[in-house]
């Protein structure tokens, strides 16, 4: 990215093809710094033992909804035993497939609290989007999921200055930077998720 004295030349086309280019962009306008990203590893102690609980909650969010339900039941016979005769309302929580569902939404957000923001990070971001718009789910109950999760990190994020993070407790300003922290970062996940859903996006 060139500047001059007032504008940052960007390279529009290089947004759609280049990962690492489109997020050194959205941080630049977003504002995401090393800071932001040291506080949201700094949060890993105190979100990590939550992880569990905010993953059912997802869940069981999800299978409240005909519209999000359906995914799941829709991909049923691939993931569960075969010989069981289930419709939409009896399909459950307990099935194989969400159990591996869950497994894999746990460690894409410990992930996002442990690892560095490199190729293979902005590589899982941007596979969120590309593997649910290959299974058809519709954009608006992706943008719903990610606001539901985004929520959930928050209340969590404002309960560090009455709990204690490695045994000592969060002043304030820390608690406020992580929470601006992660609505940054996850509103980059979220570009990274639209972005597959584009007019003329495989």
């Known amino acids: 990215m060139s500047e001059n004295s007032s504008v940052v030349q960007i390279d529009e086309e290089r947004l759609i093809t280049d990962l690492e280019y489109r997020f050194q962009y959205l941080c630049q306008f ?28 997802v869940y069981v969010r999800l299978f409240s909804f005909s519209c999000t339900k ?3 039941y829709s991909q049923r016979e691939k993931y569960d035993d075969p010989s069981q ?16 569902r ?52 928050l209340a969590e994020v404002f309960k560090m200055d009455t709990d204690t993070v490695d045994g000592e407790a969060v002043e ?3 608690r406020d930077g992580t929470a601006r922290a992660f609505g940054k970062v996850l509103a980059v996940l979220n570009q990274f998720i639209s972005a597959w859903y584009e007019e003329g996006k495989a």
């Open 70 to 72: 359906k995914v799941f």
């Open 102 to 153: 869950k497994s894999s939404l746990k460690r894409f957000i410990v992930r996002l609290v442990t690892k560095p923001y490199d190729k293979a990070m902005l590589m899982a971001l941007d596979s969120m989007g590309r593997i649910h718009k290959a299974v058809n789910v519709d954009l608006i109950h992706m943008q719903a999921l990610l606001a539901f999760v985004q929520d959930a990190i």
């Open 172 to 174: 304030g300003a820390t």
């Open 85 to 100: 005769t289930v419709t939409l309302d009896t399909y459950d929580l307990n099935k194989p497939q969400i159990g591996m």
């Open 30 to 57: 977003i504002g995401i710094t090393e800071q932001d990203i040291e506080l949201i590893h700094g949060s890993a102690s105190f979100l990590g033992p939550k992880v569990d609980s905010l993953v059912d909650a």
